[in-house]
C-alpha cells in the first residue's frame, strides 16, 4: 500500500517528523481544488490532510478509489462531506482538543481590547496621537474591567471550556448555555502544579442574553442565526459580543445597527458571514474589533495539530 500523504493546507514540522519516522511521505504542495482528484490519483494518494481551505464533498471521495483517510486540522468539519466518507470506509479524523487554548486566548485578546478601547486607539494613534493626544485620551479613558463581570458562554465544549477558564482566573463570573451539557467541572491548572475546581451548571439561553456582560459563542456553523436581532434586544444595555466560532452565527446586519443604537458597546469578530470577503461596514466600523480567522492559528496550535493528526494517522493507517 502507498504511505503517501498529502497536506494541502500545510502541517507543521512536528507533524511531518512524527509521519517521516513511520515511514509515511509527506506532501506539502498546495493544490489547486480543480487540479486536487487528478493529483491524488496520480500521486496515488492514501491521506489528505486539510484545514478550512480544502473541499472534500462527495464528487471528490468517489473519485478518488485508494483514499484511505481524511483529516481535519482543527475542530469544524463543514468542509467535509464526514458522512458519505465514512459510507465508503474513509476513516475521517479531526483534533478537536489541539487548538482550544489559542481560540480561548484570542477571545480575550478581542475583550481586553474592547472593554479599553484598543481596537479603535490603535488605528487612530497612527493619525492624531501626535496632534491631538489630549482629546484621545479622553476618548479612551472611560474603559471598564473584566474582573468582577458575568460572561455568557453559548456552546460548552472544549473551546468554551478553555475560554471560561481564562475568565474565571481573572476573577469574572462565569455562565454557560449548551442544549447537550448539564454541568461541567472546569480545572484550573497552574505553573507550579496547583489545581482549583469549579463546578458549572448549565443555563438558559435567554438568562445568558439578559444577565451577560459579555458573551462569546462556541458553535458548530449554524442553518439560523444563533444571535439575531430578537436576541440582542434581550441583551443587557452595553455588552460586547465576541464570535471566534463560525461565520453566520451572528446575524451581521442586526448586529452593525445595535451597535450604532448603542445597544452592543463593542464587537470583536475573528469569523464572518461573507468570508472570505467581509461585509465593508464591518471592515470600517469603529466599534468593531476585527481578526482575519486565525483563532488557531498559533505556533503552538499548530504543532499539536500536527502531532496528534501523525498519532491518529500512524495508528489507522500502519
Known sequence: MSKKI?????ISNSGIQALET???????????QEQLVNFINEQNIVGLLVRSATQVRSELIDACPNLKLIGRGGVGMD?????YAKEKGIHVINTPASSSSSVAELVFAHLFGGVRFLYDANRNMPLEGDKNFKVLK????KGTELRGKTLGVIGFGRIGQATAKIALGIGMKVIF?????????????FFDGQTLSFSLQNSTKEEILKTS???????????????GKKEM?????????VNAARGGVIDEVALVDAIDKGKVAFAGLDVFESEPVPEIRIL?????????????ATGEAQDRIGTELADQIISLLQ
Open 233 to 241: 434586544e434581550m441583551m443587557k444595555p452595553g455588552v460586547g459580543l
Open 213 to 227: 456582560d459579555f458573551i462569546t459563542l462556541h458553535v458548530p456553523a449554524q442553518k439560523e442565526y444563533v444571535i
Open 6 to 10: 498529502l497536506a494541502n493546507d500545510g
Open 79 to 83: 468542509n467535509i462531506d464526514v458522512a
Open 177 to 189: 448555555y449548551d442544549p447537550f451539557i448539564e454541568e461541567a467541572k472546569i480545572e484550573l491548572t
Open 138 to 141: 479622553k476618548n479612551y479613558g
Open 284 to 296: 470600517m466600523h469603529p466599534k468593531i474589533s476585527l481578526s482575519p480567522h486565525i483563532g488557531a
Open 22 to 32: 513511520a515511514g509515511f511521505e509527506v506532501l506539502t504542495t498546495t493544490v489547486a
